[in-house]
């Protein structure tokens, strides 16, 4: 069996990959001549004639059907969370903060960061400078060694991502 080689001089597309438009509206030998798939008059043969998605014919839609439920505070504050796992990446006695994480690939900039344990023990000495860290987390890094200083005293109301924000 001869096996041909890829490469850019025999590139092509696969088999049915790039399927032909339907070319509408170009005579009776077509299949898709005079009305062009829309049917005889009404309103889905009218320019602009269709209708909008979600409407079920006049039913009660899905939407109104379904009840409301809670709400999203506008004052949330989504931290980026960071695991005590991936800190074991920096070297022991390296100061770990934002730019660090973000330098790493762990977190995105413009991202409040907390801190929550997992199930691996923190082995590395580190000063780590973040926004937030859950009560466990600050053990695991007071037990290994390591120094926490949090950026604002949370008070779980958004408050501070708001101080962030304004310009003083």
Known sequence: MDVELLDL???????GARR??????????????????????GKGARSGGNTPPGYEGGQMPLQRRLPKRGFRSPNRVRYAIVK?????????G???DVHALVAAGIVRAGEPVKLLSDDTKLTR??????????????????????????????????SEAAAKGSKE
């Open 84 to 92: 005590i796992a991936q800190l074991e990446r920096f070297e022991s």
């Open 20 to 41: 032909a438009r339907k070319r509408i509206g170009r005579g009776p030998g077509s299949g898709t001549g005079k009305t062009s798939g829309k049917g005889h008059k």
């Open 9 to 15: 001089s025999n590139l092509r597309p696969a088999k």
């Open 94 to 96: 390296s100061v770990v």
């Open 125 to 158: 000495k580190l000063t780590l400078k973040i926004d937030h860290a859950s009560q466990s987390a600050r053990d695991q890094v007071a037990a290994a060694g390591g120094t926490l200083e949090l950026a604002a005293a949370s008070s779980g109301d958004g």
